[in-house]
């Protein structure tokens, strides 16, 4: 299977004239997938190109948040043809996350269905492409944890782009907005007071580590109450934390 970048560089040759048995053995291309190019012309985009080995583009906001939800509950597997599976697995006590996993999932790889299947407890968010590997390099065998998870150059910058989101994807996977709460005496009696606060597990180190940078890239201020959670407790970071997370619905 040949991609755009490859299509496209055998129809410039041909319209300057190459032959189509020189462009043959030079791009190592079948001279009936020439001829089929030549014959049939320029075609439009599809939705489904893949904006990493293709033309097609990447709608950036939404990546970084379905990285986020990927890194968290989601996974990659294969299936005949090499075609992927995405599954992002939602609970389904939020069914707002339900249908926003859904919606980044459409963002991202538009134009194709996105399929809902359901099990006890859970809903995952599933769609099928040859090209969801090139999105998400990350991919491999076993648990996260007990792989290296690091991004690529071009997904750092789209995450120090939106750090908000990719935060966004990572909390509605494995972070939550709890009410917390402790006590202090006063006036010689014990007080209890509750404040909100965010937490967010994860048991690969890596993915931690990434929650921490986006954390930092927005000045939000964290502590590690164990290896594997992560605390937002102070008030003007958790305000600001609500203005793009919140709690779970």
């Not at 490859?6 to 043959?24: C, D």
């Not at 014959?39 to 990493?52: K, V």
């Not at 339900?98 to 980044?104: F, K, L, R, T």
């Amino acid at each position: 299977m040949y991609d755009e970048r490859m299509r496209t560089i055998a129809l410039a040759a041909m319209g300057a004239g190459e032959s189509l048995n020189s462009v043959s053995k030079r791009l190592g291309i079948s001279r009936a997938a020439l001829r089929e190019w030549r014959d049939r012309g320029e075609r439009p985009l599809r939705p489904s190109e893949c904006p990493r080995c293709g033309t097609g583009t990447l709608d950036a906001p939404s990546y970084a948040q379905l990285l986020g939800l990927y890194l968290g509950d989601g996974c990659l597997s294969r299936h005949r043809r090499d075609v992927y599976a995405l599954r992002i697995a939602c609970d389904d006590v939020y069914p707002r996350l339900i249908d926003e996993a859904e919606g980044v999932v459409r963002a991202v790889h538009p134009g194709r269905p996105v399929h809902r299947v359901r099990a006890v407890g859970c809903t995952s968010v599933v769609s099928y492409w040859k090209h969801w590997p090139c999105l998400f390099p990350q991919h491999g065998a076993g648990p996260k944890h007990r792989r290296t998870i690091a991004l690529a150059d071009w997904q750092r910058e789209i995450v120090a782009a939106h750090p908000e989101l990719f935060l966004r994807g990572l909390f509605n996977s494995d972070g939550c907005r709890v009410a917390n709460w402790a006590t202090r005496t006063v006036a010689g009696q014990p007080k209890r007071y509750e404040y909100p606060r965010y937490m967010f597990s994860n048991e690969s180190a890596d993915i931690m580590r990434l929650c921490q940078w986006a954390l930092d890239l927005l000045d939000i201020p964290w502590r590690m109450p164990r290896p594997n959670a992560l605390s937002v407790a102070r008030r003007d970071a958790v305000t600001t934390l609500d203005t793009f997370i919140g709690p779970k619905s």
